[in-house]
């Protein structure tokens, strides 16, 4: 749960290693690798990492939809922060997937996501299914759906809603423990964070044509601020156009607590934008946060 120092040998022994590099063929050169600081020195400087948060939030959710938004900025992270301002390698869109590192996050990506099914299973809610982007759902993705491929179980789930069972897809895990806790477990640990009130940060994000950081601080009317957060955005110039139709959930009740500030204060939220070459970024590309209070299970409050 905490952050880690660095890369594993798995993937940085250079002899006989297959997970060390590929080669980019159509760029003529091999994939590259820059880890930034803040992989491995949590931002935050909490008593747990900056991914065990964001995960841990992420498998709170008892919606697809919201899963997916809070999901996906925790695994955006590895993609910005190990590939850093490097110009072939996992935080570039163009060329993410060539850096045999891309198999195993994504590989690891799936079992999470296997966990959180797991969970909606435990507790009797839906775990199979969204609602939300039904129509890109339906839509074939290639290379899956090309007749150029040859796996015929591939091609029968190329689309998004045939993904979601991955037992059709011939394959299981040998169990689906997060952090040493079973899902009876880790539901009571999720619902145990869940006791407290929270104040969150939310942002409605959307595509910005590159990848690049969004940090922010939050001020006090004194102009006392304090970090409040921060995350990762991945694009590039050849990527579809998108923007998420809900928000993603940043907690900041550690940093207001330290201005001695709750949700109803009146302060600011001061948001940076920096892209992975460090170039600062006009923050007009991303709405304004808002800010969200979630009281704790079983607690009323009056405002």
């Given at each position: ?17 297959p ?51 809070q999901?996906?900025?925790g ?23 060539y ?15 296997a ?20 129509n ?7 290379p899956?759906?090309?007749d ?89 110039q050849h ?24 949700a109803?204060?009146?302060f ?36």
């Open positions: 749960t905490t952050a880690f120092s660095s890369l594993p040998a798995l993937v940085t022994d250079e002899k006989n290693n997970f060390h590099h590929s080669y980019i063929d159509v760029a003529g050169t091999i994939t590259t690798r820059s880890p930034r600081p803040q992989l491995f020195d949590d931002p935050e400087h909490g008593d747990e990492s900056f991914f065990y948060r964001q995960i841990a939030l992420a498998l709170e959710q008892r919606d697809f939809c919201d899963f997916e938004i999901f996906e900025m695994h955006n992270a590895i993609h910005s922060w190990v590939g850093g301002p490097s110009p072939y390698g996992m935080s570039t869109l163009h060329y993410t997937s850096d045999p590192l891309f198999y195993l996050h994504h590989s690891n990506t799936d079992r999470i996501w966990i959180w099914q797991a969970l909606q299973k435990y507790r009797g809610l839906p775990y199979n299914s969204a609602n939300c982007e039904i890109k759902l339906k839509k074939p993705m290639m899956f759906s090309s150029d491929n040859h796996n015929e179980v591939t091609k029968a789930h190329s689309t998004g809603i045939k993904s979601f069972d991955y037992h059709e897809l011939n394959y299981e895990y040998d169990n689906l423990n997060f952090h040493g806790m079973t899902i009876p477990q880790l539901e009571v640990h999720l619902n145990k964070i869940q006791e407290k009130d929270r104040v969150f940060a939310g942002f409605l994000l959307r595509a910005i044509g590159q990848s690049a950081d969004v940090n922010f601080d939050i001020c006090r009317k004194d102009g006392e601020c304090h970090f409040g957060g921060t995350f990762c955005v991945l694009g590039g990527e579809m156009a998108w923007a998420f139709d809900r928000l993603f959930l940043y907690d900041i009740t550690k940093a207001l607590n330290k201005l001695h500030l709750d109803y204060d009146d600011l939220i001061n948001v940076s934008i920096v892209n992975i070459e460090g170039v600062k970024l006009p923050s007009s590309l991303l709405p304004r946060p808002t800010i969200m209070f979630k009281p704790g299970k079983g607690t009323q409050h009056h405002h």
